[in-house]
Nanobody, 123 residues
Framework: QVQLVESGGGLVQPGGSLRLSCAAS????????MGWYRQAPGKQRELAAL???????NYADSVKGRFTISRDNTKNTVYLQMNSLSPEDTAVYYC?????????????????WGQGTQVTVSS
């Protein structure tokens, strides 16, 4: 199994910043892509940002120029630096990792999600 644990959410005023972290652990051979998705009340979950193992980044149009995704492959950790936050960014943010499990665990593909962390932007 692969587990993801997120941290860093909270309440911030409009224009403020937050940094989310997500650490993966378990029977990991290699993580290919890591990403952050978000789900606002009454809306579907959507991609915010994605990063490949090689460092290629992909962002939703709504966060381009404000959010930066990064990862530390040695720690199996992904980060999301969020700047210039607005109330429209209020959502539960979920970490996602896609990769391959260790040979002793069958070498299967995995697609794992964290439990989510709440980000609230409000004055």
């Amino acid at each position: 199994q692969v587990q993801l644990v997120e941290s860093g959410g909270g309440l911030v005023q409009p224009g403020g910043s937050l940094r989310l972290s997500c650490a993966a652990s378990g029977s990991i051979f290699r993580i290919n892509t890591m990403g952050w998705y978000r789900q606002a009340p009454g809306k579907q979950r959507e991609l915010a940002a994605l990063i490949t193992r090689g460092g290629t980044e992909n962002y939703a149009d709504s966060v381009k120029g404000r959010f930066t995704i990064s990862r530390d492959n040695t720690k199996n950790t992904v980060y999301l630096q969020m700047n210039s936050l607005s109330p429209e960014d209020t959502a539960v943010y979920y970490c996602n990792a896609v990769g391959i499990m260790t040979p002793s665990s069958g070498g299967r593909l995995f697609n794992s999600w964290g439990q989510g962390t709440q980000v609230t932007v409000s004055s």
